[in-house]
């Protein structure tokens, strides 16, 4: 049976997201490699200066939504008026019906301290308390499974050039949005900008993400409203302690058969007859060593 | 013949750095696992905040030094009279003779466009152009096929609990430090303030990192005047353009035997005899899929 196509996924054969290098390989012998392209986009949230980005700039609104949403910067209230990305400037403008809190609260606390990052990351924990996730969303080892498989057989940049990260929404056991990015974070927020756009209902959906689950990871898929959260990555202290205190169900180390869940195990219902899941060859583990290594720089901080 | 032991490596043992917590496995079986600590350290420049990271806070002074220094915010210039972490407040504040160019500038910005994080971005590439990295320096293959073997068999904290990132500063087939932290960038950092306080000779150093070669990756070499950069993960289009730029020679995809070289190759030396360097074994694969997978979120940007 033909798996149904995603509704968003990446496109390695677009020019603009790699380019073609030489150099020389371990022999000395001259040879020619498809590099990720990164470039730069400055967010603005109105007349704000928001944060510089590499990104390799395949959604660029998405990502500015996204990256608001997720920093708390954007509420659900703040109606948005508009998205407009200048490619020349490398410039992209999220335009709000009123000036939102972060203006406002950015004035005030500028004039003082005179720091937008750490205000930034100071409320991403705001309202985190408040958030609820369905209780009654499950997540099915049968749907992980065949998610992860499909997942790992997408045509995909890292496949073409290496060095980039990705995350998948999912609903069930199908992989409904498939987005990359140089930085984690972007490939996250990206898909909460499509998400806002196209108001998709969070409750029962699953993310996968290549990347570990930090704090940072665990409080964007709550604030996205998103129920579970899988990694083929391993988890920090902080982001385990976070998903317990939100209710999030929180899976890790995700390869082959194996995975690990360190918070909200009771949404797991273990339907698969793991004798007829297989274990990840080794030529599994190069691609996903790697795929792994795509994971990185996330931005400017830390 | 024993290695000589490195001037600072992981202690995996430390308990402050991981914590055991208990969830389930594959097959719904109670199981206990080790994370990684991650804990919020917010950073001044004597009277200005810079920003919050996330860190496993085992050395917050070089952490904070060095972030200073790799962000550019610290001239070689400035005089640094002390560095003071506040354990209980996790606030770390680096102090120096005479206000900085950075805390100026950003009091001017702060009053105009109010981001402290797009100034920082920006002043990255500041003084990029005049860098220069001596030519004469070099790196045998001899040296980088031990310099892996060493790193890779190094007790780690991401042996003992995943979910970290790794570098190492290397002189010839010696790795001198091996530090870790969750933000890939944090454990650059943490290297160029130890080189810092050490006073340390960058000219004849090779620099080891588990992530991507990226512009920022490539930025902090250049500032922390290390002429070669090495990693097991890929390119970014722009890591190679810069490092192009800066004559920085840049090798990635190191793995076993095989690696490539995309910028600087002329200081490369191929003494060694292939016959007798091995492939990475499937084991191998596990390990450094599980190490690379320590990649990821390196701050609050992007």
């Not at 498939?178 to 927020?189: L, S, T, W």
Request: with cysteine; proline share 4%; hydrophobic share 40%.
């Amino acid at each position: 049976m033909e798996a149904p196509p995603l509704l968003v996924q990446p496109d390695p054969s677009d020019p603009r997201l790699t380019r073609r290098v030489s150099g020389v390989d371990h022999t000395g012998a001259l040879v020619e490699a498809s590099v990720t392209v990164e470039r730069p986009l400055t967010l603005y949230l109105n007349g704000q200066e928001v944060v510089t980005m590499m990104t390799i700039l395949d959604l660029p609104e998405d990502l500015a939504l996204g990256y608001l949403l997720n920093q708390n910067m954007l509420k659900r209230g703040d109606r948005v008026t508009g998205v407009e990305y200048d490619d020349d400037l490398g410039v992209v403008v999220v335009r709000t019906e009123a000036r939102t809190d972060f203006e406002t609260k950015l004035r005030k606390k500028t004039l003082t301290s005179g720091c937008a990052q750490g205000t930034a990351f100071g409320d991403l924990l705001e309202d985190f308390e408040s958030a609820r996730l369905p209780a009654e969303a499950e997540v099915r080892t049968s749907w992980l499974y065949r998610l992860l498989h499909r997942i790992n057989t997408l045509p995909t940049l890292y496949l073409e050039a290496g060095a980039i990260h990705g995350c998948a929404l999912c609903e069930r056991d199908r992989p409904l949005v498939y987005m990359e990015d140089v930085g984690r974070h972007n490939a996250v927020d990206k898909i909460a900008g499509w998400m806002f756009r196209h108001d998709t209902a969070p409750g029962d959906k699953i993310f996968y993400t290549t990347g570990r689950l930090t704090s940072e990871m665990v409080i964007k898929t709550v604030r996205m409203g998103i129920p579970v959260l899988v990694s083929r990555s391993g988890f920090t202290a902080w982001g385990v302690e976070l998903a317990r205190q939100a209710g999030l169900t929180l899976i890790g180390r995700c390869k082959g058969r194996r995975f690990l869940a360190l918070a909200g195990q009771d949404r797991i219902v273990f339907d698969a007859d793991l004798r007829y899941v297989e274990e990840e060859s080794a030529k599994h583990w190069r691609k996903n060593s790697r795929e792994a290594e795509a994971a990185g720089s996330d931005g400017a901080a830390g």
